[in-house]
Structure formats: C-alpha cells, structure tokens
C-alpha cells in the first residue's frame, strides 16, 4: 500500500531550527511536496524535491533520499507566524498526491 | 487573479440531504481536484478531472459525484448526506499533472452532516 509517515506535533523555541521528517512508501515515484496549513486554511505550497540532495528557499530547505524513501523539512530562525501544520505529500505513479496527516508546529516564545 | 475559490464556506446538512459544493478557478488550469481532509487524516483525493467534459474517480468517491462542463467550474455533488461525510473539503487546480507543477488549492468547505 502507499502510506506517508510524519510525526504529529513538534514544538520548538522563536528563532531557533526545527526539522521535520517524512517517510513514503509509494507505487511508483514522481517527487515530493511540503505544504504549509494553517489553522482554518488551505494548504500552501513550500518546496518539492525529485532529486536527492538539499533544496534551500530562503529560511526554509528541503531534502530528499529516494533511495531511503526520506524526507525532511527544515526551518531556521522559526518566527511566530510559522506556527502552522506542514504536510507531506508525494505524488506516485499516476501523478496523483498521496497526503501524510501533517505535523503541527507549534512555537514558543 | 482571484485563483481558487470555494462556495459555501461552511454547512450544516441533515442526514439525507443533498447539496453542492461549487468551485470556481480563473487561472485556466485544465486539471482540478477534490480533497477531504478529516482530523488527523492525510489529505484524501475524491475525483478529479483533466479538462472540461473528463472526469475520474479519486480514492474516495463513494457517496459524490462530480461534472466539469467547463475549464473553470467543477462542481462537487452530494446526494444523500451520511455523517461520514463531516469533513472539510478543498478544490484544488494545476496547468498540468506534472510533478513540476502544484495545486492551487481553494478556502475550503466546512461541511457538518447531522
């Protein structure tokens, strides 16, 4: 089956550097998304990778192990307003998106 | 641009009922979506479409039905509401499957079936 694993809830501390980790197991394999949501939103595009290897934007990067089926995000110098749930998908063989259940950041002053 | 937008943005239905969740895109995109998102749930895909007049079930299209008459519209119908289908649910558009290109996705319809 294909299933997306991330962890439920993290907290971490303004100005500090989080990471949050995604495992998939997907039929076929045509990249990897993360997705911002906040409370009562819509999911809002963050970065996707199909290479191996560190994509950075800006305070946040993503990478990719496709050989592991691995996935982190991580985000520097966290500001309030990061607080928010981040999503991971990856799309599969038929270009669908296969959704993780998402991990609510929480940031403390 | 307005990109994605959603209509109603919250319901109460009885059990029984039927309704429309109407979504509208004006980024000329040929492909949209539906999703359902459930507390502690991924994202789960109903249909979808890949242009005006074609259609295609997603995992989830039991109990909905969908048309596509046209590039922006994309309707997403329900007949018989069940309390299965309290969710909250988003349309979502691409220009292409590809996985270069994202979904925009719309605000969301908070549906509550009692």
């Known amino acids: 089956g294909q299933n997306i694993d991330q962890p439920t809830e993290m907290t971490a501390t303004e100005g500090a550097i989080v990471q949050i980790n995604c495992t998939y197991q997907t039929s076929g394999f045509n990249g990897l998304f993360w997705y911002q949501q906040h409370a009562g939103e819509a999911p809002t595009f963050l970065s996707y990778n199909v290479l191996d290897g560190l994509e950075e934007k800006g305070r946040f990067s993503s990478f990719l192990s496709r050989s592991k089926g691995y996935s982190y995000l991580l985000l520097k110098e966290l500001q309030m307003k990061d607080s928010a749930s981040y999503l991971c998908a990856a799309m599969d063989s038929n270009y669908q998106l296969i959704w993780g259940a998402g991990t609510k950041l929480i940031i403390k002053p | 641009n307005a990109g994605v937008t959603q209509t109603p943005k919250f319901r109460i239905l009885k059990i029984g009922q039927s309704m429309t969740l109407q979504c509208t895109q004006d980024?000329?995109?040929?492909?949209m979506y539906w999703y359902r998102q459930d507390p502690g749930m991924g994202l789960k895909l109903i249909y979808y479409?890949?242009?005006?007049?074609?259609?295609d079930k997603g995992e989830v299209p039991n109990g909905y039905n969908v048309s596509r008459s046209t590039t922006e519209d994309f309707p997403l119908r329900l007949e018989l509401a069940a309390p299965s289908q309290t969710s909250v649910y988003f349309c979502?558009?691409?220009?292409?499957?590809?996985?270069?290109?994202?979904?925009?996705f719309g605000p969301g319809t908070r549906l509550t079936v009692l």
């Open positions: 980024m000329n995109h040929n492909y």
């Open positions: 479409s890949v242009g005006a007049g074609i259609t």
């Open positions: 979502a558009s691409s220009y292409t499957k590809d996985s270069t290109d994202t979904q925009y």
